[in-house]
């Protein structure tokens, strides 16, 4: 059975973070290989309040995990499938993050550029999930 939650949040500018994690190819390997498509290099997020972001704690995250570089390590993220508008794709929350209710999403392509978003605009995120 697939239940339905939505979440709802305004499009905000990001750090830029996000084109530079999403175009890593431990990232992106990890993603085709847990989520099922190659996600675009970046995110979209939103700002939501915390009744929202509420809503996926009853929900078994899908866990990307990080890795190590020769100097570096990088940290894992929670994803949880969703889709905006008729685009599959998934909430992405790194492990570590300095954002504050925002929420990242990604999917397989440029969300602005296909469905015409601009920031400040109302979005709404179906998560999905069986039961």
């Not at 830029?16 to 995110?43: D, V």
């Amino acid at each position: 059975m697939v239940n339905k939650k939505f979440i709802n949040g305004v499009i905000v500018k990001g750090f830029g973070e996000g084109t530079y994690f999403m175009s890593m190819h431990h990232y992106q390997k990890e993603i085709k290989n847990k989520l099922g498509f190659i996600a675009y290099p970046g995110t979209l997020n939103l700002k939501v309040g915390k009744k929202q972001t509420d809503l996926l704690k009853n929900i078994t995250p899908i866990k990307i995990n990080g890795f190590k570089s020769i100097n570096k390590t990088f940290g894992g993220a929670s994803c949880y499938k969703a889709k905006i508008k008729n685009i599959d794709g998934s909430i992405i929350i790194p492990d570590l993050t300095k954002h504050k209710d925002i929420i990242e999403f990604i999917a397989p392509i440029h969300l602005k550029s296909e469905l015409k978003l601009k920031d400040g605009d109302k979005i709404k995120i179906e998560l999905l999930w069986q039961k």
